[in-house]
């Protein structure tokens, strides 16, 4: 099973408008970026939803869950293919972001990948026989507990590390500022009047 020449290319576009975007503005891109972690954490909840009204009914929605997550999984791959780009184009100014972005991004993958996996758990054990409790239980911790609210964690781990820096001064620090008018400098230099 190997990658097609369209999502190579579909791969390659989301990259370079990534990368693009983010060297002409990098606060913006990150805050897009940010909100695309939101939207994913939005689809997470649906997709929960979706989960728990698919184990009352049965079985009913389970074709709506299963829609949703792979919806899941293909924002988060643009999501991490245009991760790498604004990475690229914000190592220098924004070295921490970047690292601890792509860290976090590469965390969340690999996570919805196992939350995926496990949707597959309950209908057999791993020997292709029908699924005993134990396997059931484990599926409904793994499955519907743990694992979102792991995504949830990175998610909400992605929002404040992509968040814009402001400059917030408290009282505290008001008091310790240096209040240096231009007369009281007597090592300022003449090119500077």
């Known amino acids: ?34 909100w695309a972690a939101i939207l994913i954490a939005i689809l997470t909840g649906v997709e929960g939803a979706s989960g728990v009204f698919d184990l009352a009914t049965h079985g009913v929605s389970r074709l709506a869950h299963r829609w ?21 184009a914000s190592i220098r100014a924004r ?7 792509g860290n976090l991004v590469i965390t969340l993958l690999f996570l919805m990948m196992l939350e995926s996996v496990t949707g597959y758990l309950p209908g057999a054990d791993a020997f292709g026989g029908p699924a005993s409790e134990e396997t059931r239980n484990r599926f409904y911790v793994l499955h519907c507990l743990v694992l979102p609210l792991t995504i949830v964690l990175c998610l909400t781990a992605i929002l404040v590390f992509t968040r814009p820096r402001t400059k917030r001064f408290s009282q505290a620090n008001d008091k310790h500022k240096l209040i240096v008018t231009p007369s009281d400098n007597p090592y300022r230099s003449p090119e500077a009047e």
């Open 1 to 34: 099973m190997g990658i097609s020449p369209v999502e190579l290319i579909e791969h390659f576009a989301v990259f370079c408008i990534a990368l693009a975007f983010g060297l002409r503005d990098l606060t913006r891109a990150w805050k897009v970026f940010g």
């Open 95 to 101: 070295p921490t972001t970047t690292i601890g972005t």
């Open 68 to 88: 949703l997550g792979h919806g899941m999984m293909i924002l988060l791959w643009w999501m991490n293919v245009a991760g790498l780009g604004l990475g690229l």
